[in-house]
């Protein structure tokens, strides 16, 4: 007898459609590619944004650029009933911490933060950078407009706020205009520490760095790629972890690369027309981003960029050489494409915003048996569904398998033997929604509970 599961096959695949959101859908069409522009714009016509630029100027300078932004996101909560709490934040670099500081200054953050109803203290943030360089990062003088590098990650996160700052959501978000990017990282480092101080807990963090160029300098033309950066584990791990990942597995699950999961994930459900890429390195090759001080503090953390870069339109002084035009200048800005790589922002904040906490103390067991076993944390929170276990095939760069299996604290897979596959489990809220997938932090070591 023959047996056909393509029936089957189709019905779940429309199952697991129709659990998709419209309001999903309708925050991807409220991304405003004219509002985008508007603010790119604006930001690149300030001339320079160095770090170490004018801080007196209404027209020039990182000052006035700062301040700009703050008043954007000051009038987007005044639309939304003060949504929003805005303010600056703030550390002091002196010449002594590093080769990139030609005089002691302020590092300033513009932060605005959308206050979740029922988990205020569990954030999400999405960042863009402030500041612009040309050839001679000590050059705080001489024009660096910055309409990519990054005026579009800056204006992508304040339209994230307008579109997002309508709705509202079980956990925060934070978005962040950063400073102090090209000298070194600071504006990052600051905020990340600001957030232990506070003891904040971090979802994750979206660094937006260039998000406006399709044409790349080796001259491919690509308006729907883009790449996710992610680190493979924690750079503050313990010795102990570090030991227990030889026998285990785990070389590429830490919470970054979970992350860049989730994100590769709802785009692919919501935005099946763009093509992300997870790239399995911190940031493009011996370099980094405004993600890398959140990760060092052990917080998750990913890099959202174009796909093709054009070098001769980075950190260049405006001029033409051999028929060459250098410079980061608006012509080198497709509009169109930060609309997209915003809302790719957007779906994924929005999705995690809306999830429940992820599970705790998730554990594994099941060596030399026929059966996986695993057992966490369960929560009394009445708005979580229950738990969905996934497992992949260890070559796998994505979860391929889930089962959901209730409102439970433990589960054992029958017939799935531990040694073929990796495994991670994540919280389902009755709304839908879920958590980032949490890969197993250890062994079951006692026997094991059954239901």
């Known amino acids: 007898m023959k047996y056909s599961f393509l029936p089957i096959l189709l019905f779940l695949s429309i199952v697991s459609f129709a659990q998709t959101d419209s309001r999903i859908y309708d925050i991807i069409d409220a991304v405003s590619t004219k509002r985008l522009e508007k603010d790119i714009t604006t930001l690149a016509n300030f001339g320079t944004r160095n770090t170490f630029s004018d801080t007196l100027s209404n027209t020039r300078g990182i000052g006035a650029a700062r301040r700009w932004i703050k008043s954007e996101f000051e009038t987007i909560s005044k639309q939304c009933k003060n949504c929003l709490e805005v303010f600056y934040q703030k550390d002091y670099v002196t010449t002594n911490v590093g080769e990139r500081v030609p005089k002691d200054s302020w ?7 959308q206050k979740g109803t029922k988990y205020p203290n569990r954030y999400i943030i999405m960042t863009g950078d402030i500041d612009s360089r040309n ?13 990519n590098d990054n005026a579009t990650g800056m204006a992508g996160t304040i339209e994230a ?11 925060s978000i934070i978005y962040l ?15 990340a520490e600001f ?23 080796d001259g491919v033309i690509d308006n729907r790629s883009f790449r996710i950066f992610s680190e493979p584990t924690p750079p503050n791990e313990t010795e102990k972890q570090r030991n227990q990942r030889r026998f285990y597995g785990g070389e590429v699950d830490g919470i970054s690369r979970q992350l860049a999961r989730y994100t590769h994930k709802q785009i692919q459900t919501y935005m099946p027309e763009m093509n992300p890429m997870m790239i399995y390195r911190l940031d493009r090759f011996g370099r980094g981003g405004h993600h890398r001080p959140f990760n060092d503090l052990g917080y998750a953390g990913i890099r959202i960029m174009e796909a093709h870069e054009n070098y001769n339109r980075q950190h260049q002084n405006l001029r033409t050489e051999n028929g060459i035009a250098y410079g980061d200048v608006l012509d080198g800005v497709n509009f169109d494409y ?18 429940p906490p992820p599970p705790t103390n998730v554990l594994i067991g099941g060596i030399v ?22 497992w992949r095939n260890t070559t796998s760069p994505q979860w391929e398998y889930s089962r959901f299996v209730g409102n439970v604290d433990n589960f054992e897979l ?5 040694d073929n596959y990796y495994f991670g489990v994540a919280t389902v809220g009755k709304n839908g929604y879920e958590s980032v997938v949490v890969f197993p932090n250890d062994i079951i070591r006692k026997t094991f509970r059954t239901n």
Do not use: C, H
């Open 161 to 171: 706020a307008r579109v997002l700052s309508k709705y509202t959501f079980e956990n």
């Open 195 to 217: 957030a232990k101080k506070n003891n904040w807990e971090i979802i994750g963090v979206l660094n937006n760095d260039m998000i406006g160029n399709i044409e790349g300098v």
């Open 414 to 418: 029958k017939g799935i033997v531990i």
């Open 135 to 147: 050839s001679d990062t000590m050059d705080y003088e001489g024009d660096a407009r910055g309409a």
């Open 107 to 113: 590092i300033v953050n513009v932060v605005a933060i």
């Open 177 to 191: 205009g950063l400073s102090g990017e090209e000298q070194g990282l600071f504006g990052g480092k600051g905020f």
């Open 369 to 390: 048996e026929p059966n996986t076993k695993l057992r966490w944390e369960k929560s009394t929170d009445e708005t979580i569904s229950g738990y969905k276990i996934y």
């Open 338 to 355: 930060v609309a997209k790589l915003t809302a790719v922002n957007a779906v994924v904040l929005a999705n995690l915003a809306w999830s």
